[in-house]
T-cell receptor
Framework: DAKTTQPNSMESNEEEPVHLPCNHS???????IHWYRQLPSQGPEYVIH???SNVNNRMASLAIAEDRKSSTLILHRATLRDAAVYYC???????????FGAGTILRVKS | DAMVIQNPRYQVTQFGKPVTLSCSQT?????MYWYQQKSSQAPKLLFH???????NEADTPDNFQSRRPNTSFCFLDIRSPGLGDAAMYLC???????????FGPGTRLTVT
């Protein structure tokens, strides 16, 4: 399993963009990069995933470095509801396993 | 809405008394997972089913078993719960491959 490094915590102001970084230098060429988040007292929630190209969906954007050794999850306008633990998880092309690291605790200030 | 349902949401059991947690899904996904999440830790995969094929993680204790009688249901059996098994147990489902997993709300297990 590829190892990931994420900041322990980050803080953002409401209505401002947030960039959550993740280093995954041991990722293999066919590993996807998934992001999940977990709000307090809830199960994890899928946010976004990608392989090589940048990806956008209604929740967030994912920017993947050209060498794929790092990625950044972008929340365009943070809300209080976005306060959660964010996990960056490489997954194998034909695999389903999620190996969660420590993640980043995102705090959003009003 | 299609979803992953876990019952009960809270379960209290006595030390050594077998307990079963249940999970059902309306997504018709082939793959179902069980994760354990202890306080202030990240979720940890215990095992998963791909249809009826059971895949155990190497470090999952023998005390934990699972059954999947059909596509919709999956059960987690803890044969002799210890105090260290107190945790949130999360069920998830997905299609095969690198697709998103859908998690249930979890069952919080307390062992007295």
């Amino acid at each position: 399993d590829a190892k990931t490094t994420q900041p322990n915590s980050m803080e953002s102001n409401e209505e401002e963009p947030v960039h959550l970084p993740c280093n995954h230098s041991t990722i293999s060429g066919t590993d996807y990069i998934h992001w999940y988040r977990q709000l307090p007292s809830q199960g994890p929630e899928y946010v976004i995933h990608g392989l090589t190209s940048n990806v956008n969906n209604r929740m967030a954007s994912l920017a993947i470095a050209e060498d794929r050794k790092s990625s950044t999850l972008i929340l365009h306008r943070a809300t209080l509801r976005d306060a959660a633990v964010y996990y960056c998880i490489p997954t194998m092309e034909y695999g389903n396993k999620l190996v969660f690291g420590a993640g980043t605790i995102l705090r959003v200030k009003s | 809405d299609a979803m992953v349902i876990q019952n009960p949401r809270y379960q209290v059991t006595q030390f050594g008394k077998p307990v079963t947690l249940s999970c059902s899904q309306t997504l018709n996904h082939n793959v179902m997972y069980w994760y354990q999440q202890k306080s202030s830790q990240a979720p940890k995969l215990l095992f998963h089913y791909y249809d009826k094929d059971f895949n155990n993680e190497a470090d999952t204790p023998d005390n934990f078993q699972s059954r999947r009688p059909n596509t919709s249901f999956c059960f987690l059996d803890i044969r002799s719960p210890g105090l260290g098994d107190a945790a949130m147990y999360l069920c998830a489902t997905s299609r095969p491959g690198p697709y998103e997993q859908y998690f249930g709300p979890g069952t919080r297990l307390t062992v007295t």
